[in-house]
């Protein structure tokens, strides 16, 4: 099986921040036309609805949240150093979510999703590959 590194790019496709209900993080759901007929629209879909409800729970503000920041301010933010907050351990399970996704739908069909952190999370990056 070849890896991503071996394989030619076709093409790009960047989904964007969807702003329309403020700054929190939020990407757009419209399926791209050019994954039609690649990629299950549903599959899609359930993928990035389940990528927005992770990024919602990240910055979730809860007793414990408020903890964290409060000891974190206290300790001159060297609590941050000890442990992982509930906004890192959220961004972990998204990253996994999205390997998982890559490999179960999207890697065989030679399409990966990127991880939107790594790009500020300013879009989620699609990447289609050649067939060959």
């Known amino acids: 099986m070849q ?15 969807d702003f329309s209900n403020g700054m929190a993080v939020r990407f757009q759901t419209r399926f791209p036309s050019e994954l039609d007929g690649r990629v299950n629209p549903e599959e899609f879909s359930q993928t990035i609805s389940v990528l927005n409800e992770k990024y919602r729970q990240a910055e979730e503000i809860s007793f414990s949240t408020y903890c964290e920041g ?6 001159g933010y ?18 996994k979510y999205i390997e998982d996704q890559n490999n179960t739908i999207y890697w065989p069909k030679r399409i990966l999703i990127k991880d939107p952190f790594e790009s500020g999370l300013r879009s989620i990056e699609i990447v289609i590959f050649d067939e060959n």
């Open 3 to 17: 890896s991503a590194d071996e394989l030619q790019v076709r093409k790009r496709i960047y989904l964007q921040r």
């Open 70 to 75: 409060c000891l974190a301010c206290l300790t």
């Open 78 to 95: 060297l609590l941050l150093l000890c442990i992982n907050t509930h906004y890192k351990k959220v961004l972990k399970e998204i990253s």
